[in-house]
């Protein structure tokens, strides 16, 4: 082999990768059907309460879809109420919204409730977690993550009401289906009087200590966007206990309208309430949950098992009190066995060695044999338009802690998660043959 041609076969960029070529990929061939991370599973249930909004006209964000999705949600997690919404981001914004309220009193219009107000929020989930605080004038300041369960660290969070005692909301979600330890959070909170929005878009059907993920906020939020446990295409649930205030969020949902003859607003509103047709798929759906858990949880074991040789471990999860929903399944690689790989803002490069592999490495394999997976979700403080915002570990503020003659002694664990770790195809619907393709493309990897 020519020293060009060597070159060419240890070396690739993510643009460009040429895994035909490449020896240790032999005998494997592209999926004739792409491969998703986590696509819909329909069951035909769906279709039936779609035709009755239509056979019956309710075309319109009111209806006996939306009515009885609402009432067997509230039953199924346990609380009061569950106001239907367009998506689980409208929910959070709501939810933001109406604590800001409760701490801080009616904002004027055109202004946010949050204003002026630092909120503690998750730094490793998806910005629709945050962005909220932010529509409301709010300055989320982020809290690092813990390696055993990849969401929000008691410990950073204690150390962040040190550092800011003023302090009074937490916005906490629980990461890929895996609940966070939010009994501890929920101590934490009550001591300082703080109160808390639950980010449960990703763990629906998942429990801590008994109880379903949904009921520790004060205000918490459930999605059904197209990937999630169950869909509707979009829309999204806000959870509470009080009848009052639930009444306020259908209220602003609707626009804010009173009750007058004609379009009458004392106070700002927003068009975010659930559709009767998005109601239908979600009724449909209901009834499939537990399945689909079994479902993801399947995949997760049979990732796990076909895995165990390898220098990776599975996202992991606190297995004495948590029954996850299993919702993604990730991995992530072994320090010592982490290839070099780096990232810009939106390309990366990597290189090969032997014995060793990286995400970037794994997912372009995956991206070649027409499969789908993922980095995991980049941390907060580490996006652009974040970068300038508060960042708090276990030890205290994580900016700034680099030294050129000190060893820098606390990890930033969200980074480094987000480094070793990727996301690998979760959809139900992938049968037991094609997610062994997957485990064996992942073992040639490290070949």
């Known amino acids: 082999m020519s020293s060009v041609s060597a070159v060419k076969e240890k070396i690739r960029i993510t643009k460009g990768t040429l895994f035909n070529a490449d020896s240790r990929f032999a005998g494997i061939e592209p999926f004739e059907t792409k491969l998703w991370l986590a696509s819909p599973t329909m069951h035909g249930d769906e279709q039936k309460w779609v035709k009755d909004a239509f056979d019956k006209n309710w075309i319109t964000t009111a209806g006996e879809n939306i009515n009885e999705v609402e009432k067997l949600m509230a039953e199924y997690i346990g609380v009061n109420h569950a106001i239907g ?39 490793m989930t998806f910005d629709a977690t945050v962005n909220p605080i932010t529509y409301e004038g709010g300055e989320p300041v982020f809290i690092d993550t813990e390696a055993d ?30 609940p966070g330890k939010i009994d501890a959070i929920r101590r934490i909170a009550d001591k300082h009087n703080a109160l808390i929005v639950e980010d449960a878009a990703e763990s629906l059907g998942a429990t801590y200590k008994g109880k379903q993920t949904g009921t520790f906020g004060d205000y918490s939020v459930i999605s059904f966007n197209g990937n999630k446990i169950i869909t509707g295409s979009s829309g999204g649930m806000l959870l509470c206990s009080d009848k009052a205030d639930a009444d306020k969020i259908r209220k602003w949902s609707t626009q804010s309208r009173e009750a007058a003859p004609w379009y009458q607003h004392e106070e700002l509103g927003y068009n975010y309430r659930m559709s009767n047709i998005i109601a239908g798929v979600v009724r449909g759906q209901i009834p499939y949950l537990e399945e689909h858990i079994e479902g993801k949880k399947r995949i997760y ?48 490069l990597w290189k090969y060695e032997t014995g060793k592999s990286s995400p970037a490495e794994i997912l372009d394999a995956l991206s070649r044999f027409n499969t789908e997976g993922r980095p995991v979700w980049k941390p907060m403080h580490m996006q652009p338009i974040y970068r300038s915002h508060a960042f708090i570990t276990s030890c205290g503020s994580g900016r700034g802690q680099s030294n050129a003659y000190i060893k820098e002694e606390c990890m930033d664990v969200g980074a480094d998660i987000f480094r070793r770790g990727l996301c690998l195809p979760s959809d139900i619907k992938m049968t037991e043959e094609q997610q062994d393709v997957v485990i064996e493309i992942i073992h040639r990897c490290f070949e």
């Open 85 to 123: 919404l367009s998506c689980g981001t409208s929910a959070l914004h709501l939810a933001i919204r109406l604590a800001g309220e409760k701490l801080y009193g009616i904002p004027k219009v055109g202004h946010g409730s949050l204003e002026g107000h630092m909120v503690f929020a998750s730094d």
């Open 149 to 178: 369960t990849w969401n929000m660290s008691p410990d950073a969070l204690e150390k962040a009401f040190e550092i800011y005692p003023d302090v009074r909301l937490i916005v906490v979600a629980h990461l890929y289906g895996t």
């Open 301 to 348: 074991e049979r990732y796990r098992d076909g895995l165990a040789d390898l220098p990776v471990t599975m996202n992991s999860f606190d297995t004495r009190n948590s029954n996850p929903n299993y919702w993604l399944s990730c991995m992530l690689i072994d320090e010592d066995a982490m290839a070099p790989m780096v990232r810009g803002e939106q390309d990366q």
